[in-house]
Every structure is written in C-alpha cells, then in structure tokens.
C-alpha cells in the first residue's frame, strides 16, 4: 500500500542557518503534496503545498522542492528561527482522490 | 472565529464509558474529516464528510466509532465502551471542497482513557 514516511525523525539546527527535513513517498500517483507545521499542544497548521506538475515552490522563508523521479519531497526553511521549532509533517493525497496520508513527523529544534 | 473549533479540549474518561467529541469546521467548508494522532505518531484519517454525500468511514478503526455530521456543519465523533488504547488526540480538520483542497487543523481534543 501507499505510505508516507521521513528520512530523518530529528533535526536540530542553528537559528540563523537553514533547514531541511525530507519526505520519501511510495504512490507515484499522488498530485498533491502538504507540508503542515505542528507545535506542541496545537494541530496541524499548512506551511506550503505543491502540485506534482510543479518540481519547487516558494513561500515565504519555505520552499518545498518535489523530485517525482526518485518520489522525494523537502521542506526547506531559510533563516530558521526558535518559532519555527515543531514537528513537521508531509502528506500525500492519490490522484484517484482519496484522502491524505501523512508521515509520522520530523521534530525540528533550533538551538541558540 | 474564522478557525476550526473543538471541544472539549481534554477529556478523561474511565474504560467502557461513551465519549463524545465535537468539531465546528469553518463556515462555508464542504468538507470535514476526523483523524487519530497517538503520541508521537502521524495522523491516522478516520472519517470523511463531503457535503451531503455518504461519508468515507474507511478508517474508523472499530464499530465502537462513529461521527455524525448535521446540517452540513458541526460533527460529532462518538467512541463507544472506550479502551485504554483509543487514548489519543483526536484532529477535526475542514476545507473549501472536497479532497483537492488543502485541510486547516482544529486544536484537537486530547482523550485519556484510563
């Protein structure tokens, strides 16, 4: 079945340099990508999303980068900041239209 | 409020007992969904509202589980004779249409069983 997972389940950072968490999918069907931010005691907020006939998009300090090839996705965040520690997680929805399957999450820590 | 709503934001409950758990989605969203995040995992999807269609149940984990949604607005997701495993937070999410378009988070409702 298709699954969603991270390469990395922590990553801590620098304030100041960049981050980037990654994404593996398995359904090379999939045409709708999410990156949601999670902080602690709240649910998911959106970040960015990308549409699988895009390969980048930039939001503001993130971009999401989608390499259908190798069914790879990252988020990459420029400048990171304290507020940008949480979890992070990418979701995958099938173009048969089905629901989202998201991957158990990136912690992310920016240390001082 | 211009966000997704839930309550109640804790809840405790004792095994067996029937929880009920409310989600008021944004106005105007066709779509609400339900799902499951256990610590320290993703979100597992349970339930899936789109307008007046049949509900998507296929990820209701048991028959103890079931969400109601009336009027096409606020929803209901009812655990029946809980157990210790279906501790968990529970995540109401909503959006404009349908399953293309992106999903805005409520806080969730964190259930403890004990």
């Known amino acids: 079945g298709e699954s969603v997972g991270l390469h990395l389940p922590t990553l801590s950072v620098q304030e100041g340099d960049n981050s980037i968490i990654n994404c593996a999918y398995s359904n090379s069907a999939s045409d709708y990508f999410i990156w949601y931010k999670q902080e602690s005691g709240k649910g998911p907020q959106f970040i960015i999303d990308?549409?699988?006939?895009?390969d980048k998009r930039q939001g503001q300090r993130v971009t999401v980068l989608l390499n259908k090839t190798v069914k790879h996705l990252s988020l990459q965040i420029a400048a990171t900041q304290p507020g940008d520690s949480a979890v992070y997680f990418c979701a995958e929805r099938g173009n048969y239209g089905q629901n989202f399957v998201f991957g158990p999450g990136t912690r992310l820590s920016v240390l001082p | 409020g211009a966000g997704v709503s839930q309550s109640p934001s804790n809840k405790v409950t004792e095994k067996g007992k029937d929880v009920e758990l409310r989600c008021d989605p944004i106005s105007g969203h066709t779509a609400l969904y339900w799902y499951r995040q256990s610590l320290g995992q993703g979100l597992e999807f349970l339930i899936y509202?789109?307008?007046?269609?049949?509900?998507?149940k296929s990820g209701l984990p048991s028959d103890r589980f079931s969400a109601e949604r009336t009027g096409g607005s606020v929803s209901t997701l009812t655990i029946q004779r809980t157990q210790q495993e279906d501790s968990a937070v529970y995540l109401c999410a909503s959006s404009l249409a349908g399953t293309k378009e992106t999903q805005y988070f409520g806080p969730g409702t964190r259930l403890l069983v004990l």
């Open positions: 509202f789109q307008g007046n269609s049949a509900p998507d």
């Open positions: 990308i549409r699988s006939n895009m």
